[in-house]
C-alpha cells in the first residue's frame, strides 16, 4: 500500500485527471438530461396546447351544427311563407266573400312567421334601404328620381337570416341615377 501511495504521490495528475475526466462527463450529461428535459417539457406544452385548439374547434363545430341543423329544413319550408305572403297580396282586403279566407291566411302567416322567429330565422324586407350585396341579390335596375342610388325599389322575394348567417338573399330591384339625356342629332347639328 506503501508502494501505491507512493506512485500516487509520483504522479499526481493521473488522479486529477480521472477526476477531471469524470467530472466533465459527469457536467456532459447533466447538459444533455437538462436538454432532453426542456425539449420533453417543450413537447407537452406543445401537446398540450394542441388538444386544447382540438376541444375548443371540436366545441364551435357542435355549437355551429346546433345553430345552423335546420337550415336544410328552413330553405324548404321559405316557400311556403312565400306562398302565402303572396296570397294576401293578391287578395282583396275589402271583400267580402273571402274575407274569412284571407282572415285565416293571416292568422297562419302571423303563426308561421312566430315560429320562424322562435328559431331565429329572421326576415330581410329592405324595401327603400341602401342596396347591400351581402344580404340582396339585385334581379334589375330602375331609374329612379324620387330616392337615391343604389336603393331598394321593389322587393320580388323576401331574404331570411338564419342566426345572423344569409339563408336566401332578397332578391330586389335596385334605383340608378336618370340617365342623362342624350342630345339629338338635330341638336348636334
Same mark, same amino acid.
Request: glycine share 4%; hydrophobic share 40%.
Given at each position: 500500500?506503501? /508502494?501505491e501511495q507512493?506512485?500516487n504521490s509520483?504522479?499526481p /495528475?493521473i488522479? @486529477?485527471?480521472?477526476?477531471?475526466t %469524470?467530472?466533465? /462527463?459527469? !457536467?456532459l #450529461?447533466v447538459? @444533455?438530461l437538462e436538454e432532453?428535459?426542456a425539449?420533453a417539457q417543450?413537447?407537452?406544452?406543445?401537446?398540450? !396546447?394542441d388538444?386544447?385548439n382540438?376541444? #375548443?374547434r371540436?366545441?364551435?363545430?357542435?355549437?355551429?351544427?346546433?345553430k345552423? %341543423?335546420l337550415?336544410?329544413? %328552413?330553405? /324548404?319550408?321559405l316557400?311556403?311563407v312565400?306562398?302565402?305572403?303572396?296570397?294576401?297580396e293578391l287578395?282583396?282586403p275589402n271583400?267580402?266573400?273571402?274575407?274569412p279566407?284571407?282572415?285565416?291566411?293571416? +292568422?297562419?302567416?302571423k303563426?308561421f312567421q312566430d @315560429?320562424?322567429?322562435?328559431?331565429?330565422?329572421?326576415?330581410?324586407?329592405?324595401h327603400?334601404?341602401p342596396?347591400?350585396?351581402?344580404?340582396h341579390?339585385?334581379?334589375?335596375m330602375?331609374?329612379?328620381?324620387?330616392?337615391?342610388?343604389?336603393?331598394?325599389l321593389k322587393?320580388?322575394?323576401?331574404?331570411?337570416l +338564419?342566426?345572423? #348567417?344569409?339563408?336566401?338573399?332578397?332578391m330586389?330591384?335596385?334605383s340608378?341615377?336618370? !340617365?342623362?339625356?342624350q342630345?339629338?342629332?338635330d341638336?348636334q %347639328?
Open positions: 500500500m506503501a /508502494d507512493t506512485q509520483q504522479h /495528475d488522479e @486529477t485527471a480521472g477526476e477531471t %469524470a467530472g466533465e /462527463d459527469l !457536467a #450529461r447538459q @444533455t432532453q428535459l425539449a417543450d413537447q407537452a406544452l406543445r401537446v398540450a !396546447a388538444m386544447q382540438v376541444r #375548443r371540436a366545441e364551435q363545430d357542435i355549437e355551429k351544427a346546433h345552423f %341543423a337550415e336544410k329544413f %328552413a330553405n /324548404d319550408l316557400p311556403v312565400d306562398s302565402l305572403e303572396r296570397g294576401l287578395s282583396n271583400d267580402e266573400a273571402i274575407k279566407v284571407r282572415e285565416g291566411l293571416e +292568422l297562419t302567416l303563426l @315560429t320562424l322567429k322562435r328559431y331565429n330565422l329572421e326576415a330581410i324586407d329592405p327603400g334601404a342596396f347591400n350585396a351581402e344580404h341579390q339585385a334581379m334589375a330602375q331609374e329612379s328620381t324620387s330616392v337615391e342610388p343604389n336603393s331598394v322587393v320580388f322575394q323576401k331574404g331570411y +338564419l342566426n345572423g #348567417r344569409l339563408l336566401r338573399p332578397a330586389v330591384v335596385v340608378k341615377a336618370p !340617365a342623362e339625356p342630345p339629338s342629332i341638336e %347639328a
